[in-house]
């Protein structure tokens, strides 16, 4: 009898069974963390659609590559002919028949036993190959599934344009997959045959069709109809072409690309079905001329001919060829970015500005002097208070403050925890016990305190208030600089905030972290955050939570990873004191039909479709669609119907701080400067092309970006808050209009054109940056400030309209070179041909107008000694006016300011003259 006995099992085959079941259980845990955190900020809904859908189309397409796999090649296993025997003769004719013929052992191979395992293996590695690629797509799937019409129609194939959103993806996605498994399975199968030593199949008699030729020959005619499939979705890509004059189809593009799309499609069918037919006439030489004559046109018709159209047709009359296509790029660019809805309306500008009027109070009082950049560095070496407190960032809002409507600086102090002093960088400190920042600091835009520091409304830790504005949560556990997990709701209390010598506790209170509830599962958590200390500590209970991912970008991209984020969050204070991360979030494609990208992914629609709140203390985030128009997010929308929400249902405390984003108003600036063209003949002459001016910062030449500022548009009846940028024309640095996107209540969104006359030449941004560089004053205060040890550095140039006038405020800082804190120290005016330089806005206004914001009446300046004297008793008087002059030319010397000691002096002089004048009488 035989016995037969199993081969142990390899080491190296335990060792990659044992890493196999150790990636296996990795990923398994990974898996259950993130369904816990998805169900811990209640969107469970959107990890179990995303998962399922993946899984599912990765199922469907991995089971139909397979079956199609398994099928063709059990038919090439069944239709394996034998081996050919050689065959040799003598001189004599006798035969010759070898005994031990050689064989290949690839013939051996895949005749034997084993073939069928090869074969499965091979079939599943190709299931694998396409599902794997398919299964990222279930989102374009999901599109198709849900998709919305647009109600417009594109001016070539008169499609709604949804379609080309949802459908032509859809369909692209279903081509690639196609042509992929048949071009895998060709390959395969082609492998196979000439292995076999089919020697017929490359050598043979061609006219003699055997199973695997013919086998072969189905497969090709299968990719050739694909191929023309491919060829008629290729078609509306000249929608989309960047090779004409503009983005889109153009004159060569219809009538040379699109009929050479056209015309290759019924080659590639007329090709397809030659392949097939010559399965039964058996005329070989009718594939040869068929593939010839795909290729020869592919070649003429796709190169040769759109290039002789564009010399020889287009370019010697190219506006009368091209003017219905620049004008659907026109039109259609404007739709994509809403710049069709913009209101265009003149600017009559007359300069009668009474600086006293209460239209421009609200404006003057709300001018922003303090740009984020110095006053982020300001923030750090004022409020800071310890190493391990940052401002990651500065924003710019509006609020209510003791019933005024302010616009104010703020930014969050936020805790990072590399911060912290090397000793202290303890696996408890950084995970138990400093676990979050501490408040905001708020000041408004255009106050000074003493020093040229800003004045603050909310500053210090805890917090203290100067006016109505106050925080009753001030812990800040989610934000931009937080990233790393921490276990809170532990026998470890955390640290809250510093208090003198000592450290004031604290318990978190929220429930919406993630539950540790027994050992098994800190048992996946310290498995799948890499963190062994987890498992071992003892300071944690079943009660503890961890809160983890709490970078807030990074929160929000989990929950809808298919939208665009804004690149600034920004922290709002609520009705209840309460602080909230709010952010904007847009739907893009690049699939609008003529519209100009805006970026080198080629996306060119973009919207505003979605406002996003984060609370900072629990992380619990709210998604309100603020564009019921948009296509994309009404699909969206359809396929995760638990996650968004109409706006109307967002908190007002928060909803009265929505705000016109600056990253897609910079993106509807820069396509507004071109497209503001509305006629195709200037449009095409590029008559009146508009630039972004630039602006000095610092002490470099760079391009203004939008600002904020509350002020009352022109003919509206209160101050409002808005977003505004101002434009130059191309050939000339004078101004030619301004846009600006309103922002408040049910006019947000509303974006609004004012152009100057073009008859009259308006100072633009970089002819006052001239002017400023130019006035004498001005420049010799700024030279001798450089010379003293410090350093200049000039503040961004706001363009404020006022009615029918225009102001132009820029900040001057100082800091010292060795003390990087910078002092606001003077405010630049300019008005009409006027240009001035003072310690304060007010002050700078006063001595342009000659009045004192917010007065009714004139107010005496000593500038002009004559006046002052002739308003002076005697020597009393002149005694009481020498001691003001000597008093102001002392503050000026401590300030640095020569050019203003020396014509205080000057003025002092001459009352000295005039007293000893007095005395001698």
Avoid at 646 to 664: F, S
Wanted: glycine fraction near 4%; charge should be neutral; hydrophobic fraction near 45%.
């Amino acid at each position: 009898m035989k016995i037969e006995t199993r081969r142990p099992m390899g080491s190296t085959a335990k060792l990659i069974i044992f890493m196999l079941a150790i990636m296996v259980l990795s990923k398994i845990a990974s898996l259950y963390v993130e369904w816990l955190w998805f169900q811990s900020v209640d969107f469970a809904s959107v990890f179990s659609k995303i998962l399922l859908n993946k899984i599912a189309l990765y199922v469907i397409m991995f089971a139909a590559t397979l079956a199609l796999f398994m099928f063709n090649l059990h038919l090439t296993r069944r239709h394996l002919g034998p081996i050919e025997e050689p065959i040799d003769e003598t001189e004599e004719g006798r035969t010759i028949i070898y005994l031990d013929q050689d064989r290949s052992p690839w013939q051996s191979f895949i005749k034997g036993r084993n073939s069928k395992w090869i074969f499965l293996g091979v079939s599943i590695f190709a299931a694998f190959l396409v599902s794997s690629v398919a299964a990222e797509n279930w989102l374009t799937v999901q599109q198709y599934l849900n998709r919305t019409s647009m109600g417009t129609t594109d001016p070539i194939f008169h499609k709604d344009l949804g379609y080309y959103f949802f459908n032509l993806a859809f369909y692209k996605f279903v081509y690639s997959t196609l042509m992929m498994a048949l071009v895998l399975l060709i390959i395969a199968l082609g492998a196979v045959y000439i292995v076999n030593a089919s020697s017929d199949l490359l050598f043979g008699d061609w006219r003699q069709f055997s199973f695997a030729k013919g086998h072969m020959a189905v497969l090709l005619a299968l990719v050739f109809a694909l191929k023309a499939w491919g060829y008629k979705l290729a078609a509306y890509d000249i929608l989309f072409s960047p090779s004409g004059i503009v983005f889109g189809a153009s004159y060569t593009d219809i009538f040379a690309r699109l009929l050479s799309y056209r015309v290759l499609l019924l080659i590639s069918l007329v090709l397809a079905a030659v392949i097939l037919i010559n399965i039964f006439v058996k005329k070989f030489n009718w594939i040869l001329i068929s593939l010839g004559a795909w290729l020869v046109i592919a070649v003429l018709l796709g190169g040769v001919y759109p290039s002789l159209i564009q010399n020889l047709v287009v370019k010697p009359n190219e506006f009368n060829k091209e003017k219905p296509y620049i004008e659907n790029a026109i039109k259609l660019t404007r739709q994509a970015y809403g710049l069709d809805t913009a209101e265009i309306k003149e600017f009559k500008l007359d300069n009668n500005l009474d600086i006293n009027s209460s239209d421009y109070q609200s404006t003057i009082n709300n001018v922003r002097l303090w740009d984020w950049q110095p006053l982020q560095t300001t923030y750090k070496n004022l409020q800071q208070l310890r190493s391990y407190y940052v401002f990651n960032d500065v924003d710019v809002d509006r609020y209510m403050i003791n019933g005024q409507y302010r616009q104010v600086m703020l930014s969050a102090r936020e805790i990072d925890q590399e911060e912290l002093p090397s000793i202290a960088k303890t696996w408890i400190n950084q995970r138990l016990m400093y676990t979050h920042g501490y408040g905001v600091v708020v000041s408004p835009v255009n106050e000074i305190a003493e020093e040229g520091f800003p004045k603050f409304f909310i500053k210090d830790i805890p917090p203290s208030f100067s006016s109505d504005l106050e925080i009753t949560r001030p812990e800040i556990y989610f934000g931009e600089r937080t990233k790393d997990y921490v276990i809170v709701n532990t026998k470890q209390k955390e640290f809250d905030y510093p208090e003198g010598e000592k450290n004031v506790s604290s318990v978190y209170k929220g429930d919406e972290g993630i539950k540790i509830k027994s050992f098994v599962q800190r048992l996946l958590f310290s498995w799948a955050l890499k963190d062994y200390k987890m498992l071992l500590s003892t300071e944690i209970t079943n009660s503890s939570q961890i809160l983890m991912n709490r970078n807030i970008v990074q929160r929000m991209q989990m929950i809808a990873p298919y939208l665009h984020f804004d690149n600034d969050p920004y922290i709002v204070i609520n009705d209840d004191g309460k602080l909230y991360w709010m952010l904007d979030a847009y739907t893009v494609t690049n699939m609008y039909p003529y519209a100009q990208p805006f970026d080198q992914q080629g996306n060119n629609y973009i919207r505003n479709s979605v406002k996003v709140v984060c609370d900072a203390y629990s992380g619990k985030m709210s998604f309100y669609v603020a564009d019921n128009s948009d296509p994309i997010i009404k699909t969206y929308s359809k396929i995760f119907p638990k996650v968004y929400q109409p706006l109307d249902q967002m908190p007002a405390g928060l909803k009265a701080h929505i705000r016109y984003p600056e990253d897609i108003f910079s993106i509807q600036a820069e396509m507004y400067k071109t497209f503001h063209m509305m006629d195709p003949s200037v449009f095409y002459n590029k008559e009146d092309p508009w630039l972004i001016p630039n602006e000095i910062v610092g002490s470099e030449l760079t391009k203004m970006e939008p600002y904020y500022i509350i002020m009352h548009l022109p003919g509206s009846s209160k101050a409002e808050y808005i977003l505004m940028t101002p434009f130059s024309p191309k050939s000339r640095p004078n101004m030619v209009a301004w846009m600006a996107a309103r922002t408040d209540g049910d006019n947000y969104g509303k974006m609004l054109v004012y152009r100057f006359p073009k008859q009259e030449t308006i100072y633009g941004p970089e002819q006052i940056e001239s002017r400023i560089n130019q006035n004498t004053e001005i420049a010799q205060q700024i030279s001798l400030w450089d010379q003293r040890g410090s350093k200049v550095y000039r503040g961004n140039l706001l363009v404020i309209p006022l009615k029918t006038s225009l102001l132009y405020v820029e900040p001057l800082y100082l800091q010292a070179e060795k003390n990087n804190l910078p002092e606001l120290k003077r405010v630049i005016v300019g008005f009409e041909n006027k240009i001035v330089m003072e310690p304060s806005l007010d002050q700078a206004l006063l001595k342009l107008f000659n009045k004192q914001p917010g007065t009714a009446n004139d107010v005496t300046q000593p500038a002009n000694i004559d006046d002052n004297l002739s308003a002076t008793e005697g020597i009393e008087g002149l005694a009481k006016l020498a001691r003001e002059y000597y008093n102001r030319a002392n503050q000026l010397l401590k300030e640095g300011d020569w050019a203003g000691y020396g014509e205080n002096i000057k003025k002092l002089n001459e009352v000295i003259s005039k007293l000893e004048a007095a005395a001698m009488k």
